[in-house]
């Protein structure tokens, strides 16, 4: 099993420009996630999808939207880049009833110049 | 809104002495978990604990919730090299089926 696959793991986006992160999971998990990472300041949730058809905020989701594509699949979209969005993004699933913790995808790291 | 506060921020120990996280929230939590990230990787999910009080132990590595489910502990007895990389604990925000992560504890072990 492959778990949770993110594309693509590196990336340099100019100001202004706009990109989708990718992520899929086939591990059959309700619930899919984008955190992102910066230094000192822990995992902080984006958005989530607790399930298909359905997603919701997180803590920072200014600048950010996201699609379920179907159960598989969660995408995030920046769809002007700044720098404060530079940052390593992970995505993650679960199963949708709690007493499961997250499979997480190895990230993708996204610098905006 | 919920927050989620782990001490220290860093810990560099010698290999064989041990080491102590602790983890406090803001809310009354009905369960906690704790990750681990390696350095350059993802975080890997490590234990759930639900119950007050409950203790539950990993080879070296003890994790202990809090009798008033506000805190908790992950120590590591006799640390090794392989223990470098940070520790995170987490716990369920607001809603559902979302958890919010605390700052972490980045471990060094000096060999």
């Known amino acids: 099993n492959a778990g949770v696959t993110q594309t693509p793991k590196f990336q340099v986006l100019k100001t202004g420009q706009s990109m989708t992160l990718q992520c899929a999971q086939d591990m059959n998990h309700n619930s899919m996630y984008w955190y992102r990472q910066d230094p000192g300041m822990g995992l902080r949730l984006i958005y989530y999808s607790a399930s298909e058809g359905t997603t919701d905020k997180g803590e920072v989701p200014n600048g950010y939207n996201v699609s379920r594509l179907n159960k598989r699949e969660f995408s995030l979209r920046l769809e002007s880049a700044a720098p404060s969005q530079t940052s390593v993004y992970f995505c993650?699933?679960?199963?949708?009833?709690?007493?499961?913790?997250?499979?997480f995808g190895s990230g993708t790291r996204l610098t905006v110049v | 809104g919920q927050q989620v506060m782990q001490i220290p921020q860093y810990q560099h120990v010698q290999e064989g002495e041990d080491f102590t996280t602790y983890c406090n929230s803001s809310?009354?939590?009905?369960?906690i978990q704790w990750y681990k990230q390696r350095p350059g990787g993802h975080p890997v999910f490590l234990i759930q604990?639900?119950?007050?009080?409950e203790v539950k132990k990993q080879k070296r590595l003890t994790f202990q919730f809090g009798e008033a489910k506000k805190n908790s502990s992950l120590h590591i007895t006799a640390t090794q090299t392989t223990d470098v990389g940070t520790y995170f604990c987490?716990?369920?925000?607001?809603?559902?089926?979302?958890?919010?992560f605390g700052t972490g504890t980045r471990l060094k072990v000096l060999a």
């Open positions: 993650a699933s679960s199963e949708m009833t709690r007493g499961y913790g997250y499979t």
């Open positions: 809310t009354t939590l009905s369960n």
């Open positions: 987490a716990g369920p925000g607001s809603g559902t089926y979302k958890y919010i």
């Open positions: 604990l639900v119950k007050s009080g």
